[in-house]
């Protein structure tokens, strides 16, 4: 998942440079406040399969005590499916509690250390609501992908001194390292909570795989519905390729077939009530020219969950899962970055990271833990790179203003550089929204 960060306590930029899509130069006025501002707003799963049809496919590399592999996988982005409102809901849900507890991460270790704090918002753009207390606006606004902490370091409205020890700005290089670092704590404290409660309450998913690809729902007035295919079904071989339990390739498979044979026959093996026929199928052409027939596809995976026995069994259990997704997030950004090629169409923004979260809780509630925990750690891991626009970025500015003997940038090169970060983060994230929209299925069936 890449969350985009944007956060500098001690730049020039305007709290709101998400809020006026039309207008991204108004973004930098010459005077504005000082703030972390969070755009949250594009997301890049690790890893994504990027298939036509999608899948429902779990991931992870996890050995547990009875030697079953446990694979969690994000779901596919490529025909994306916003589902029903309730789970639309509950991925938004989990996208927000996310974002609010990396915004309270800042705001924590600033008010802790007595630094002035002047906002706390969830969202940007026009304010929904808002409410004053102990001098901090807090307030929800109008796009709900992003937040701010804001500080009142260069507000000319603030009737704080310039020379108060207790701006951020003031403030020695330590204690603004903690302050901007402490959203990714935040959020690496909290990844490890939700899998903690996941292994107490309702433990830890171990599957054994089966050969076949199971067939979880099938489309009405679809080509596979109209030539006989029917939830539950299995498929075991197609056009004469037996499938094996390999999962994603299984599915891989059958969604290569399928897509380079669109008006002509496919041959499905199928297993239903104990009994294995064949089944002609002719995938429907696409608007992008390949086929589809209107299934979702699963690997044939049998899911029990594990408990541990004890505390320690617990802590192992935690430990175990929460390496194994930090493994699978660092692995996806190394294949990012030194294979972007390949890898770049499967980044993916704000609306593809709710059709994903609402899929997992269409599917199964249970799976709404790893996924609000892959988020975390994603999160936490993306603001660690140096780059401009994210915490990351911000920690090598003052690591640098140390190094340098406690001697600042200029604040025209640091607004520069803070600022480049930030309108690429914006057209990213514009992109991205127009992308995810049109691979939503109800978008694509209006083409």
Do not use: C, W
Request: overall charge neutral; charged content about 20%.
């Amino acid at each position: 998942m890449l969350l985009n960060i944007s956060s500098s306590p001690i730049s020039h930029r305007n709290p709101h440079f998400l809020s006026n899509f039309n207008n991204p130069i108004s973004y930098f006025p010459r005077r504005s406040k000082t703030h972390l501002s969070k755009s949250h707003f594009f997301p890049k799963f690790t890893p994504l399969s990027n298939q036509s049809l999608k899948n429902r496919v779990l991931f992870g590399n996890k050995r547990y005590p009875d030697g079953e592999r446990f694979d969690f996988r994000s779901r596919a982005i490529s025909g994306i499916d916003l589902g029903s409102f309730e789970s639309v809901l509950e991925a938004i849900a989990v996208l927000t509690t996310i974002i609010v507890v990396h915004e309270s991460g800042h705001f924590l270790a600033a008010s802790l250390q007595g630094i002035h704090v002047s906002k706390f918002a969830i969202g940007f753009g026009p304010i929904l609501a808002k409410f004053d207390y102990n001098n901090v606006e807090y307030s929800l606004r109008a796009f709900p992908l992003g937040g701010f902490v804001g500080f009142p370091d260069n507000d000319p409205d603030s009737e704080i001194p310039i020379d108060d020890e207790n701006l951020l700005k003031n403030r020695p290089t330590l204690d603004r390292s903690i302050v901007v670092s402490a959203g990714i704590i935040a959020n690496v404290i909290f990844a490890y909570a939700i899998i903690f409660v996941q292994v107490l309450s309702v433990g830890l998913p171990v599957q054994e795989a089966f050969p076949g690809v199971l067939v979880p729902e099938v489309k009405t007035f679809s080509a596979a519905s109209r030539d006989g295919l029917l939830s539950g079904d299995v498929i075991l071989a197609v056009d004469g390729t037996e499938l094996s339990k390999t999962g994603p390739d299984a599915v891989s498979k059958i969604v290569d077939i399928v897509k380079r044979n669109p008006k002509s026959n496919v041959v499905f093996r199928i297993e239903r009530g104990g009994e294995d026929f064949d089944i002609r199928v002719t995938p429907d052409k696409n608007f992008d020219g390949t086929g589809k027939i209107g299934v979702q596809l699963s690997p044939n995976v049998r899911i029990t969950k594990v408990r541990p026995r004890n505390i320690p069994e617990t802590f192992r259990f935690v430990g175990r899962e929460f390496m194994g997704l930090s493994s699978n997030v660092l692995d996806g950004l190394k294949q990012t970055f030194f294979n972007f090629s390949q890898t770049a169409s499967k980044v993916a923004g704000p609306v593809a990271i709710i059709a994903v979260g609402a899929e997992v809780a269409r599917s199964n509630i249970d799976g709404l833990y790893q996924f609000a925990a892959l988020l975390n750690i994603n999160l936490a891991v993306i603001n660690l790179l140096p780059l401009p626009a994210l915490d990351g970025g911000t920690l090598a500015l003052i690591l640098l203003e140390a190094v340098r003997g406690g001697k600042k940038l200029p604040v025209e090169v640091e607004q520069g550089i803070m600022s480049s970060g930030i309108m690429l983060v914006i057209f990213l994230g514009l992109f991205l929204i127009v992308k995810d929209t049109l691979s939503l299925d109800f978008i694509k069936e209006m083409l």
